[in-house]
């Protein structure tokens, strides 16, 4: 990459970093250039990976692939650039290194979410070395990333922060970090505020149902036009229909198990 031979300790580290922030079951390799991509009068040079034993040149990747190949040519770039200035200036390197990630979850897998900010904050302290210091800023709408910190997530060092939009502006609330174990739980968490993590028709109809399992009285017609509600909403597996069956055999509504 930028026409530097595989030996330079720039194209060491841009390997490096690639296959640390590879998905799973896949390894993200630099490829040789290849020529000619657009046809025979097309003599300019293109970065290729090497995936299934195939060449693929940027045009062929997805648009995950792209986000964190980019990301990690970035984060390369930028410290070698900071030690490469050294020559210029008088004066220690900086030795502190910053990364700002919007959407770190844009275009991954589910897989893929689940272990790469992690694998991010691995290759960052990799990069900024013994004595360097960093700080990763991430944002992210996927419940999987949120897990992923679990077993990883410093609370005398690492901040998590909900961000919220209304009337003022967007508002950031530091928050304490509980885990919430599944990405189902951390949906329903105070970082999403969903409801429940189902649809919107099943989430309405569980609504109802527990607001008429409250009631002292419910009547037989009631309870009949909720489960309608609830078979249209909820897979015959879901773990609501034993606590349903249950309430309305109570009531004198038992027609044959769900």
């Known amino acids: 990459v930028d026409g530097k031979p595989s030996g330079t300790k720039e194209f060491r580290a841009l ?9 799973p079951g896949e390894r ?4 040789p250039l ?18 299934h034993g195939r060449q693929l040149v940027p045009a062929e990747w997805g648009a995950g692939v792209r986000r964190i190949v980019a990301a990690a040519y970035a984060l390369v770039w930028a410290w070698h650039e900071n030690e490469a200035a050294r020559t210029f200036v008088d004066g220690p390197p900086e030795r502190s290194l910053v990364v700002l990630i919007d959407e770190v ?7 893929w979410q689940r272990r790469i900010l992690p694998t991010i904050l691995a290759a960052v302290k990799a990069i900024a070395g ?3 210091r960093y700080q990763v800023i991430a944002t992210t709408h996927a419940p999987l990333v949120l897990a992923s910190l679990e ?3 410093d609370h005398g060092r690492d901040r998590w922060f909900d961000m919220d939009a209304g009337p003022q502006g ?16 951390w949906l ?10 189902y649809s919107e028709e099943a989430e309405h109809a569980l609504q109802a149902a527990r607001a008429l399992m409250t009631q002292r009285k419910p009547g037989i017609r009631a309870i009949r036009a909720v489960e309608a509600l609830l078979k249209r909403g909820l897979p015959n597996e879901d773990p609501f229909w034993a606590s349903w069956y249950f309430y309305k055999t109570r009531w004198g509504a038992h027609d044959a198990p769900r």
């Open 28 to 31: 993200l390799e630099i490829g």
């Open 105 to 111: 979850d844009s275009h991954l897998h589910p897989k």
């Open 15 to 23: 390997a490096a970093c690639l296959e640390a922030l590879s998905p």
């Open 188 to 197: 329903e968490s105070a970082a999403f505020d969903l409801g429940a993590a």
């Open 170 to 185: 967007t508002r950031a609330e530091s928050r304490d970090f509980e885990p919430e174990g599944s990405a189902s739980a």
């Open 34 to 51: 290849k020529f000619g991509v657009f046809g025979p009068k097309d003599d300019r040079q293109y970065p290729t990976l090497m995936a």
């Open 151 to 153: 077993s990883c997530f």
């Open 130 to 132: 013994d004595g360097g």
